[in-house]
C-alpha cells in the first residue's frame, strides 16, 4: 500500500491541521489519525482529483433527509444507473447498471433523476477552488480534474501534498463534498491513486512502489480496456497489469498494435501524457431510455424537442455553438443506430437542434419501435458574440433566435416550467 500508517521512516502530513512530522500513528499537533505518508511525499507534483460519488452526495447536501439512505441517480426502470451512493454500492450497485438489477439488488435504495445542469454549476465551484492552487489542470469531467503541480512550493511557498490537503478541506467546508485525491509522477499512477482508499482517500505512489501496486490490479483498470480488449487479453492469459509484464513490447504490438505498446509502458508505471489545460469536450450528448417502446413519430418528436431543448442548455452554459448533430436509435432488439448532419452554420439553438434531429428521424422511421433516443452535438465552436454571428442569418433566424432569447429570459425569472412549447406536450400511453 502506499499509504503507510506507520510515520517512523518517512515524512506525514496531518490531513486535518496540515502539521509536517516524522512519527507517531497519528499527528503530532491535533492526535489527528488522518496521516498520509510515503517517502516520496513531499517530491511528487501530479495529482488526480476525484469527487466522491458526486452526484448522490450533491443530492445528500441538498437534502438531509437522504443522508444515511442508499441513493441512486439515474432514470426510469429501463434506464441505467448514473451513479450512487457508497451505501448503495455495498449492496452491490454500481454505475453504468441497469436500474431494474439495482432496485433488486438494493430495493431500499432513493432513485432520484439526474440534474446535470444544477451538477455543472457545483462542479464549476469545485474547478474554481481548484484553479487556486495551479493554473495548469485538465478537468476530464464534472467530477475529476489531473494537476500539474510544479513550481506549487515557489509559487505558494508549500509542498504539493500540503496544498492538496488544504484544497480538499476547503472543499468540504465551503461545499459539503469530499473529493479522494492520488498524488504520483504521472496522470496514470495518480488516477489509480484516487480510485485506493474512496471516499476521502489520499494515496501516493512513488517510482519505487509503482510496480507492486499495479501488479494484482485488473486489466480492466487501464483506461481503453472496454470488453473485446478485455477477452483478448484474458486469452492471452493477461488478467492483471503485472501480467502484462512477461511480454516483451512487440508482442504486444502485434496483439492490439500501437494500443499494445501503450499497454507496456502503463504496466511498468511509464506515462508521458502532459496535463493539458482548458481541454474541452469533443461532444456533448443526452439521451433518454422510454418506459414503453416507442412507434408514433409525434410522440417521438416531442421527445427530440426536450432533448433539443435540454442539449441547447448545456452548449449555453458552456458558450459553444455545434456545427453537428447526431441522433441516436437503440431498437427494441437492441440495435444501436447513430446517424449525423452538418448544420448549415454552428447554433446552439433548440429548435435548430430540433429541426435537424427531425430530419434524421424521419429516415429512420422504419426502424421502429424504439426504446431509446438520444441527441449528440460535436463540431464545436466558441459562441463569443451573438450579435456578431446574426449578421449571417437570414430574417426568419434573427426572429426565432430572437424569440428563444426572451424565452432564456423569462426562465431564467421564473424557472424553467414558466413557459413551453406546445410540442413538448405528449400523448403516451
Given at each position: 500500500?502506499?499509504?503507510?500508517?506507520?510515520?517512523?521512516?518517512?515524512?506525514?502530513?496531518?490531513?486535518?491541521?496540515?502539521?509536517?512530522?516524522?512519527?507517531?500513528?497519528?499527528?503530532?499537533?491535533?492526535?489527528?489519525?488522518?496521516?498520509?505518508?510515503?517517502?516520496?511525499?513531499?517530491?511528487?507534483?501530479?495529482?488526480?482529483?476525484?469527487?466522491?460519488?458526486?452526484y448522490?452526495?450533491?443530492?445528500?447536501?441538498?437534502?438531509?433527509?437522504?443522508?444515511?439512505?442508499?441513493?441512486?441517480?439515474?432514470?426510469?426502470?429501463?434506464?441505467?444507473?448514473?451513479?450512487?451512493?457508497?451505501?448503495?454500492?455495498?449492496?452491490?450497485?454500481?454505475?453504468?447498471?441497469?436500474?431494474?438489477?439495482?432496485?433488486?439488488?438494493?430495493?431500499?435504495a432513493?432513485?432520484?433523476?439526474?440534474?446535470?445542469?444544477?451538477?455543472?454549476?457545483?462542479?464549476?465551484?469545485?474547478?474554481?477552488?481548484?484553479?487556486?492552487?495551479?493554473?495548469?489542470?485538465?478537468?476530464?469531467?464534472?467530477?475529476?480534474?489531473?494537476?500539474?503541480?510544479?513550481?506549487?512550493?515557489?509559487?505558494?511557498?508549500?509542498?504539493?501534498?500540503?496544498?492538496?490537503?488544504?484544497?480538499?478541506?476547503?472543499?468540504?467546508?465551503?461545499?459539503?463534498?469530499?473529493?479522494?485525491i492520488?498524488?504520483?509522477?504521472?496522470?496514470?499512477?495518480?488516477?489509480?491513486?484516487?480510485?485506493?482508499?474512496?471516499?476521502?482517500?489520499?494515496?501516493?505512489?512513488?517510482?519505487?512502489?509503482s510496480?507492486?501496486?499495479?501488479?494484482?490490479?485488473?486489466?480492466?483498470?487501464?483506461?481503453?480496456?472496454?470488453?473485446?480488449?478485455?477477452?483478448?487479453?484474458?486469452?492471452?492469459?493477461?488478467?492483471?497489469?503485472g501480467?502484462?509484464?512477461?511480454?516483451?513490447?512487440?508482442?504486444l504490438?502485434?496483439?492490439?498494435?500501437?494500443?499494445?505498446?501503450?499497454?507496456?509502458?502503463?504496466?511498468?508505471?511509464?506515462?508521458?501524457r502532459?496535463?493539458?489545460?482548458?481541454?474541452?469536450?469533443?461532444?456533448?450528448?443526452?439521451e433518454?431510455?422510454?418506459?414503453?417502446?416507442?412507434?408514433?413519430?409525434?410522440?417521438?418528436?416531442?421527445?427530440?424537442?426536450?432533448?433539443?431543448?435540454?442539449?441547447?442548455?448545456?452548449?449555453?452554459?458552456?458558450?459553444?455553438?455545434?456545427?453537428?448533430?447526431?441522433?441516436?436509435?437503440?431498437?427494441?432488439?437492441?440495435?444501436?443506430?447513430?446517424?449525423?448532419?452538418?448544420?448549415?452554420?454552428?447554433?446552439?439553438?433548440?429548435?435548430?437542434?430540433?429541426?435537424?434531429?427531425?430530419?434524421?428521424l424521419?429516415?429512420?422511421m422504419?426502424?421502429?419501435?424504439?426504446?431509446?433516443?438520444?441527441?449528440?452535438?460535436?463540431?464545436?465552436s466558441?459562441?463569443?458574440?451573438?450579435?456578431?454571428?446574426?449578421?449571417?442569418?437570414?430574417?426568419?433566424?434573427?426572429?426565432?433566435?430572437?424569440?428563444?432569447?426572451a424565452?432564456?429570459?423569462?426562465?431564467a425569472?421564473?424557472?424553467?416550467?414558466?413557459?413551453?412549447?406546445?410540442?413538448?406536450?405528449?400523448?403516451?400511453?
Amino acid at each position: 500500500m502506499p499509504l503507510l500508517k506507520n510515520c517512523m521512516d518517512y515524512p506525514c502530513l496531518c490531513r486535518d491541521c496540515f502539521q509536517i512530522f516524522k512519527f507517531g500513528p497519528r499527528c503530532s499537533r491535533c492526535n489527528s489519525p488522518r496521516i498520509v505518508s510515503h517517502k516520496n511525499l513531499l517530491e511528487l507534483e501530479i495529482a488526480h482529483i476525484d469527487c466522491d460519488a458526486f452526484y448522490a452526495s450533491i443530492e445528500k447536501k441538498e437534502n438531509p433527509k437522504l443522508q444515511n439512505l442508499p441513493v441512486i441517480v439515474g432514470g426510469n426502470d429501463r434506464g441505467v444507473v448514473t451513479t450512487c451512493c457508497y451505501i448503495a454500492r455495498i449492496s452491490g450497485v454500481r454505475s453504468a447498471m441497469p436500474i431494474f438489477k439495482a432496485k433488486k439488488l438494493c430495493p431500499d435504495a432513493v432513485i432520484i433523476a439526474p440534474r446535470m445542469t444544477y451538477y455543472k454549476k457545483i462542479s464549476d465551484s469545485v474547478k474554481k477552488i481548484l484553479l487556486t492552487i495551479s493554473p495548469q489542470i485538465e478537468f476530464v469531467s464534472l467530477d475529476e480534474a489531473y494537476i500539474d503541480l510544479r513550481g506549487t512550493f515557489r509559487l505558494h511557498g508549500e509542498a504539493p501534498a500540503i496544498k492538496l490537503a488544504k484544497i480538499s478541506k476547503e472543499i468540504e467546508s465551503q461545499l459539503g463534498l469530499t473529493i479522494s485525491i492520488g498524488l504520483s509522477y504521472n496522470k496514470f499512477l495518480s488516477k489509480i491513486g484516487s480510485e485506493i482508499e474512496k471516499p476521502r482517500g489520499f494515496s501516493v505512489i512513488g517510482q519505487s512502489d509503482s510496480k507492486e501496486i499495479l501488479k494484482d490490479k485488473s486489466i480492466s483498470t487501464i483506461l481503453g480496456i472496454g470488453k473485446k480488449t478485455k477477452l483478448k487479453l484474458e486469452s492471452n492469459g493477461i488478467n492483471l497489469i503485472g501480467d502484462l509484464l512477461k511480454y516483451d513490447k512487440t508482442h504486444l504490438t502485434n496483439l492490439l498494435g500501437s494500443f499494445g505498446e501503450t499497454l507496456w509502458f502503463l504496466s511498468r508505471g511509464i506515462d508521458n501524457r502532459l496535463v493539458t489545460s482548458n481541454k474541452r469536450a469533443k461532444s456533448i450528448s443526452c439521451e433518454m431510455t422510454f418506459q414503453t417502446n416507442q412507434i408514433e413519430f409525434e410522440n417521438l418528436k416531442s421527445f427530440l424537442w426536450d432533448l433539443s431543448e435540454k442539449l441547447s442548455s448545456r452548449l449555453k452554459v458552456q458558450s459553444l455553438e455545434a456545427g453537428r448533430i447526431s441522433l441516436k436509435l437503440k431498437t427494441t432488439s437492441f440495435k444501436l443506430l447513430v446517424k449525423s448532419i452538418t448544420l448549415e452554420y454552428a447554433s446552439d439553438s433548440p429548435e435548430l437542434i430540433f429541426q435537424a434531429s427531425v430530419s434524421l428521424l424521419k429516415k429512420n422511421m422504419y426502424n421502429r419501435p424504439f426504446r431509446l433516443i438520444g441527441l449528440t452535438a460535436s463540431l464545436f465552436s466558441i459562441s463569443d458574440n451573438k450579435s456578431w454571428n446574426k449578421n449571417f442569418f437570414d430574417k426568419k433566424d434573427k426572429q426565432l433566435l430572437a424569440t428563444e432569447e426572451a424565452i432564456d429570459e423569462i426562465r431564467a425569472k421564473f424557472g424553467k416550467n414558466s413557459i413551453i412549447k406546445g410540442r413538448a406536450i405528449k400523448n403516451v400511453d
